[in-house]
């Protein structure tokens, strides 16, 4: 019998209760071949079709690393600021499923590739360090597809399919330390470290880390204690949460959930549990067990694997530029707060805008553009500001128009308009629709006089020395130009002319 809980909310909960998460990253690498055979990992292909007799498990098979998937893993290390094992073992994980051809997994216990690492975030302008407990290397599992019923999960299915394409292409897992302390941004904090574990594996080129194609999966351990206790509560994992959103949602779901729990006089039960994307909710799966009960032990068709430390610092003095150091680069070019460059990198612009400086806008111009305008544009078509179909050289063009004068920000707006709707260049739709300020001081002036005779109490009190009153004469030129002019020359000139 299942038993229900009176709701209990975010804040009221966290009023009571003290959260922990830890998190269990999964990272396909992006090899040609898999961790044992040499059987392609082209995601998409026919159903089993891309196996043999060792990623099977058939009889008298054996096993042979792939040299790759090592390297790839103590890059990711080194970036994780881990040690890397002068020597380390796979093991054998015992557990049943039926996508697990070979009833064990071949993976990594007491000997993990690399540990005791970090990973630094940023959180409202100010920096929470993630602890990472180990790195170590694995194989996937096939893929189960439930037919029929309305969920697709197995309850309620007509049948099941296998497909064995994935099961041994390799496998990261990267498992944090638990993290406490960080109250009502426990939610945000886990973001935002899957955020920054994304944007460093992408740099490294280790993996596609493509949620929506399962290359990236977060397992989410959450627990609460009653604040002051001193005493961590019993954790529960939601298994194989797919999008930076729901691990954020999955987080704040199980706070709810476990907090209704406590109060109620319940007991939180170590579980495996299931996120709900269309509810926002977790469910439970299955009893959650503990290291022993997979009865790990050495595999005994792998040797052992001792990197040499030449071939580590090779690897080391490989690493490209990592977020983090980006991050401290671009403040400090571009003085930035740590405030502004979180707004650039939460809209997704980091890039674009770096790009758009490098075409020759300055940074601040850069980030005017694709921070207002265009982000505007792309929440209004629902779509990544990077996906919209200009590009950070045409945006560079429009600040160098608007710099000269060519351009204001009126008719900046109206020329992206036209770029975003295939009209050309900037240049071309300046041609084209005639968008250039009004520059011809003969023209302006004709058009300030005819403001003055219009508005002669307006300009009486600009000539008694209110200044301020010139903006009334100012709209009226604008107007009179279709917004063509450069307001502040025409304000310049109204002076000139009254004063």
């Known amino acids: 019998m ?8 975010y804040e009221a909960a966290l009023g009571r209760y003290e959260p922990v998460f830890g998190l269990e990253t999964h990272v396909e690498l992006g090899t040609r071949t898999k961790m044992f055979c040499g059987c392609g990992t082209a995601f998409g292909a ?17 096993p042979v690393a792939n040299r790759l998937a090592i390297e790839l893993t103590i890059k990711i290390g080194l970036a994780l600021n881990c040690s890397i094992a002068p020597a380390c073992r796979f093991a054998r994980k015992n557990y049943f499923y039926p996508d697990m051809p070979k009833n064990f997994q071949i993976s990594q216990y007491d000997e993990p590739l690399c540990t005791q690492g970090y990973l630094d975030v940023l959180i409202g302008g100010k920096t929470v360090r993630v602890g990472i407990e180990r790195v170590h290397l694995e194989e996937d599992t096939g893929k189960s597809l439930h037919v029929g019923g309305a969920t697709g999960r197995i309850q309620g299915a007509e ?9 041994g292409i390799p496998l990261v897992e990267i498992v944090t330390k638990p993290v406490p302390g960080t109250g009502f941004l426990a939610p945000e904090v886990a973001r935002a470290y899957v955020t920054e574990l994304r944007d460093v594996l992408r740099v490294l080129g280790v993996s596609d880390v493509r949620m929506e194609e399962g290359s990236l999966r977060c397992d989410v351990n959450t627990s ?16 194989n949460v797919n999008s930076l959103r729901s691990v954020e949602r999955a987080i704040r779901s199980e706070i709810e959930r476990q907090a209704a729990v406590l109060d109620a006089g319940g007991r ?30 050495p595999e005994p068709d792998l040797v052992p694997v001792a990197p040499a430390p030449q071939w580590v610092g090779r690897i080391r003095a490989s690493l490209p530029e990592l977020p983090s150091a980006r991050r401290a680069r671009l403040v400090a070019s571009w003085s930035l707060s740590e405030l502004e460059f979180e ?41 990544e500001v990077t996906d919209l179909p200009i590009t950070p050289a045409a945006v560079a063009r429009v600040a160098a128009l608007v710099a000269s004068g060519a351009l204001n920000d009126r008719l900046a707006r109206e020329v992206i308009e036209a770029v975003l709707e295939g009209e050309g260049s900037p240049d071309e739709v300046v041609a084209a629709r005639g968008l250039a300020v009004v520059s011809d001081e003969a023209a302006l002036l004709a058009a300030i006089d005819e403001a003055v005779a219009a508005n002669p109490d307006v300009a009486e009190k600009v000539r008694g020395g209110k200044t301020a009153a010139a903006g009334v ?9 279709g917004g063509k002019a450069a307001a502040a020359r025409v304000r310049d000139l109204i002076l000139d002319r009254l004063t």
Not at 46 to 62: A, I, K, M, R
């Open 2 to 9: 299942t038993l229900t809980y009176d709701t209990v909310s």
């Open 46 to 62: 026919e159903p089993n079709t891309q196996t043999c007799p060792v990623c099977l498990g058939l009889p008298g098979s054996l």
């Open 159 to 167: 049948y099941s399919l296998v497909d064995y394409n994935r099961a």
């Open 224 to 239: 609460l204690s009653a604040r002051g206790s001193g005493v961590w509560g019993t954790r529960t994992e939601t298994k």
């Open 268 to 297: 939180v039960i170590q579980e495996t549990r299931h996120f709900h994307e269309d509810s926002g909710v977790t469910t439970s799966g299955r009893s959650k067990e503990e290291a022993q009960d997979y009865r790990y032990f």
């Open 343 to 383: 707004a650039l990198r939460n809209v997704g612009a980091l890039d674009v805008v770096e790009q758009t400086v490098a075409a020759g806008a300055s940074p601040a111009d850069a980030r005017k553009w694709w921070l207002g305008e265009l982000a505007r544009r792309a929440n209004d078509s629902g779509v």
């Open 473 to 481: 004469l100012v709209g009226a030129v604008m107007k009179a130009t």
